[in-house]
């Protein structure tokens, strides 16, 4: 059984730091782009950062660049979310995603909508307050 198990949320406060860890089991991840995706109450899913397979190419939407940085140790079957600088608008659940490979898929390849990923974590709570 295929599993994303998330971990590392929890209350900080402005300005602080969080870094979130996503264990992947039932397979291995190592040729999976993934990513990172949050959701805040009364507003819909969105992207936060991806990376490729082979972790040589990330993406990550505006309002995080040169905050967060996104990493991952296919030994370890683990991504990571290094979240630096939050801020309250940054208070979400957040959810990490594999998107499971079909066909060839380059080592610079990462995806940034919902719809591309198969399989996603149960989220962890992030809350920053200021």
């Known amino acids: 059984q295929v599993q994303l198990v998330e971990s590392g949320g929890g209350l900080v406060q402005a300005g602080g730091s969080l870094r979130l860890s996503c264990v992947a089991s039932g397979r291995t991840f190592s040729d999976c782009p993934m990513g990172w995706f949050r959701q805040a109450p009364g507003k819909e899913r969105e992207f936060v950062a991806a990376i490729s397979w082979s972790g040589l190419s990330t993406s990550f939407r505006d309002s995080v660049k040169g905050r967060f940085t996104i990493s991952r140790d296919n030994a370890k079957n683990t991504l990571y979310l290094q979240m630096s600088s939050l801020k309250s608008e940054d208070t979400a659940v957040y959810y990490c995603?594999?998107?499971?490979?079909?066909?060839?898929?380059?080592?610079?390849?990462?995806?940034?909508?919902?719809?591309?990923?198969?399989?996603w974590g149960q989220g962890t709570q992030v809350t920053v307050s200021s």
């Open positions: 995603a594999a998107k499971l490979p079909s066909g060839y898929l380059s080592s610079s390849s990462y995806y940034t909508g919902l719809e591309h990923y198969d399989y």
